[in-house]
């Protein structure tokens, strides 16, 4: 399984970025997605989860109502649609697949990408 990320760059506090990543493997659609982030001497932490079946989302409170997590079972693709930025938000995001096929949350995330860099400056 290889997942790709993309999409990450600069930004000026309160734009908008949209991250993506590229997933190999079998039976996308059957596997939950997430992101998740690392700031700068900090431990990652959640961002946003996706299921397979009805693509329920799940958010951190520090994104909820500014971040919007999606899929694209067609092109095995999940996307970070990242509004309102704030340089808080600064931070590799990571995209995440769960390792249990059709599971429910919590989920247990055991593929991940090597990383975009997200910079949002003030």
């Known amino acids: 399984v290889q997942l790709v990320e993309s999409g990450g760059g600069l930004v000026q506090a309160g734009g908008s970025l949209r991250l993506s990543c590229a997933v190999s493997g079998r039976f996308f659609s059957s596997y939950a997605m997430g992101w998740f982030r690392q700031a700068p001497g900090k431990e990652r932490e959640f961002v946003a989860a996706i299921s397979w079946s009805d693509s329920s989302t799940y958010y951190a409170d520090s994104v909820k109502g500014r971040f919007i997590i999606s899929r694209d079972n067609a092109k095995n693709e999940v996307y970070l649609h990242m509004n309102s930025l704030k340089p808080e938000d600064t931070a590799v995001y990571y995209c995440?697949?769960?390792?249990?096929?059709?599971?429910?949350?919590?989920?247990?995330?055991?593929?991940w990408g090597q990383g975009t860099l997200v910079t949002v400056s003030s």
């Open positions: 995440a697949r769960d390792g249990r096929l059709a599971s429910s949350y919590p989920y247990d995330f055991a593929y």
